[in-house]
């Protein structure tokens, strides 16, 4: 190998390792960067996400849980898969290290024979102009032989030495570089078991997002499905016990609003179309007992049960809208009751075809459901 190879080699591995430590872990971005934050920040939502309680969260919850930690099993995988890629590229800076470290070697051992069989020769077969006297060796002492043998060689041999001492530098710093290829290896290595190990942490998370998801889906469905058996009966009621109410007059179905919340608690499924399927109505949670309060004044045109809704009551409040409340553990209110918005009607239950103590709220004009944000503003 050359000069000019060594020196070559050597200096791409300097560079080699000079840009492993610029993207080494050790040397990652700092807090400013954009990239590290929203790593960071998408790592603690997902976080959350899995630290949420399955059982009392709301639907949307759930679904946006399950979503955070799809996203998060989606980033794990492509860093995992960024983590083994490094890890090749340590390993191939690796071996190439390892593979010029064992050249220089082989040099300086090349190097250091043709240095001691030059010596060796010079020492046993002298010139008679030998400058040095080595002739004369059976007067010298051992130590003034070995530095004579030594100038000699190095008079001699001058560019042999250089070679030499150049293949030695060579090897200290190769080693070094091998050394640090490879614990920068070891490193990889162990980043990427840390990220495996974050990769199976977060599908685990996902599937059990995913399990309660599917649950609360059946839940869901459940109770409109149980729901839906009443719709025809409940459009009934609410035609004719309104005009009923109305003196028989016609009424105009009208988006009134000015509802209050029917009870205290947190809402666990909106209106809207769940999977293939209407929800009638906003599902309001909270202990079984808990007060449920008339949403507008009005009388009342129904108060019993039906199926899925459980102990049920409907209020018509007059041109052609009335509120639904379902699930109830008790109904207080009675038939044809004028009730003023703010009185308690009833306490929240569970029964009927119920995922769990809440009440199922209804707006209905001209007995179509619509969304009771309209009412409630």
Not at 52 to 65: D, M, R, V, Y
Not at 107 to 122: F, P, Q, W
Not at 229 to 242: Q, V
Not at 249 to 261: D, E, K, V
Request: net charge positive; proline share 2%.
């Amino acid at each position: 190998m050359t000069r000019m190879t060594r020196n070559r080699t050597f200096f791409t591995l300097l560079v080699v390792a000079l840009l492993a430590t610029m993207v080494s872990p050790a040397g990652a971005a700092g807090s400013s960067d954009p990239r590290a934050a929203r790593d960071a920040a998408r790592a603690r939502k997902a976080q959350l996400a899995s630290q949420l309680n399955t059982l009392k969260a709301s639907e949307g919850q759930l679904l946006n849980a399950a979503k955070v930690l799809n996203d998060q099993v989606l980033s794990q995988a492509a860093r995992v898969d960024a983590a083994r890629q490094a890890v090749t590229a340590a390993n191939a800076e690796m071996a190439e290290a390892d593979r010029s470290l064992k050249e220089t070697k082989s040099s300086i051992d090349r190097l250091g024979k043709l240095v001691v069989d030059r010596a060796v020769a010079a020492y046993m077969s002298p010139s008679r102009s030998d400058p040095n006297g080595l002739d004369s060796t059976s007067d010298l002492a051992l130590s003034a032989r070995k530095q004579a043998l030594l100038s000699s060689v190095s008079a001699n041999d001058t560019d042999l030495i250089d070679q030499l001492r150049a293949a030695k530098q060579d090897y200290d710093v190769q080693l070094a570089a091998a050394k640090e290829a490879r614990a920068r290896a070891q490193a990889r290595k162990a980043e990427t078991e840390a990220r495996l190990a974050a990769l199976e942490k977060a599908n685990a998370d996902r599937r059990r997002m995913a399990a309660a998801v599917s649950a609360r889906q059946k839940e869901i469905l459940g109770e409109i499905d149980a729901q839906s058996k009443s719709e025809s009966a409940l459009t009934r009621i609410i035609l004719e016990r309104s005009k009923q109410s109305s003196g028989g007059a016609a009424t105009t179905a009208r988006n009134a609003g000015g509802c209050i919340w029917p009870a205290k608690g947190r809402v666990t499924s909106e209106f809207g179309r769940r999977w293939g399927r209407l929800h009638a109505g906003i599902d309001v949670a909270n202990s079984i007992g808990t007060p449920i309060w008339a949403a507008k004044s009005g009388t009342v045109i129904f108060s019993g049960q039906q199926s899925g809704y459980g102990n049920v009551i409907i209020i018509d409040h007059g041109g052609g809208m009335t509120t639904l409340y379902g699930h109830m553990s008790r109904r207080i209110a009675v038939d044809g009751q004028h009730v003023s918005q703010g009185q308690q009607i009833g306490a929240i239950g569970n029964t009927g075809h119920s995922t769990g103590p809440h009440v199922h709220f209804e707006t209905r004009y001209g007995g179509s459901p619509r969304n009771p944000r309209g009412c409630l503003g």
